[in-house]
């Protein structure tokens, strides 16, 4: 409220001050005319203490605009920063994926080739990624592509610095899969829409939903143990010769940024 009335209060003072000065002037030649120093004397003090607070009246105005230009600037620099929030939330998130990739690196115990995905195609009928590393970098057909959380596929065309990955729910994709608890095994199915079908599984098998269900290695393109997802549920096949689950994949397929390619081939199982 105290603000709203200083600015008219300023300007008031500012406009009527040639009028109060100039009489206050007059009053001072006529005085030294007439030869009274004395007289005077009391009107020269007010003019001076005028001035003064005319110079101090200055300073608060001048005082009033710098504080506004600093504002203007302090509202500039914070809104800067929230524009870069989600830029350093970015690579943030970026730098901590990376420092997890690192460390399965080190001990997943096989040679790998890290990689960016660098597009994707997860429509119903295709499920691919692509990656930035090729033959030049030693990827080939077949080998497996993985992520600290699983599973992910397998490449299936590799160019000179560049490879495309079959992912595990592309309708054409296979691996062996077995059970982390029980060693139950059964072949994996991308079904197209996001999941996998496991099948061909032995009616007595004990296979429980929210099991892991992990690759199974042996004379596979894929080495053993790889988590593969989870059983989601299961049912009987209408021939009655088998079961068959549903497994929700271990990694989220549309928001993997970062890969590894195992530079490994099935001859190397042990």
């Known amino acids: 409220m105290q603000r709203k009335f200083q600015r ?8 009527t001050s040639p009028f109060w000065l100039s009489s206050l002037v007059s009053s001072c030649s006529k005085s030294l005319r007439t030869g009274s120093v004395e007289s005077i004397s009391p009107v020269l003090r007010l003019f001076a203490s005028t001035r003064d607070g005319f110079s101090h009246l200055f300073s608060a105005i001048t005082g009033v605009f710098s504080i506004e230009e600093e504002n203007r600037l302090l509202r500039i620099k914070l809104e800067t920063l929230e524009a870069h929030e989600p830029v350093h939330q970015s690579l943030s998130a970026e730098n901590a994926r990376l420092r997890s990739l690192l460390d399965f690196k080190k001990k997943s115990g096989w040679p790998t080739v890290g990689a960016q995905v660098i597009g994707r195609d997860l429509g119903p009928w295709s499920r691919t990624l692509l990656i ?8 080939r057909d077949g080998m497996a592509v993985i992520t600290p959380a699983g599973f992910v596929g397998r490449v299936t065309q590799s160019g000179k610095t560049t490879s495309r990955v079959t992912v595990l729910t592309d309708p054409h994709f296979r691996v062996m899969a077995a059970s982390a608890v029980g060693r139950v095994f059964g072949l994996a199915m991308g079904n197209g829409g996001g999941q996998l079908v496991w099948t061909y599984l032995p009616l ?21 143990n790889i988590p593969i997802g989870t ?6 096949d209408p021939s009655q010769l088998y079961r068959t689950a549903e497994i929700v994949p271990a990694v989220e397929l549309n928001g993997v ?14």
């Open 8 to 15: 008219p209060a300023i300007l008031f003072l500012l406009i």
């Open 132 to 139: 930035d590393k090729g033959q030049n970098h030693g990827i």
């Open 204 to 224: 007595d098998a004990d296979i429980q939903e929210k099991q892991a269900v992990m690759t199974a290695g042996g004379k596979s393109f894929a080495p053993e």
């Open 231 to 236: 059983v989601r549920r299961i049912w009987q």
């Open 257 to 270: 940024e970062e890969i590894l390619v195992v530079l490994w081939s099935a001859s190397e199982s042990s």
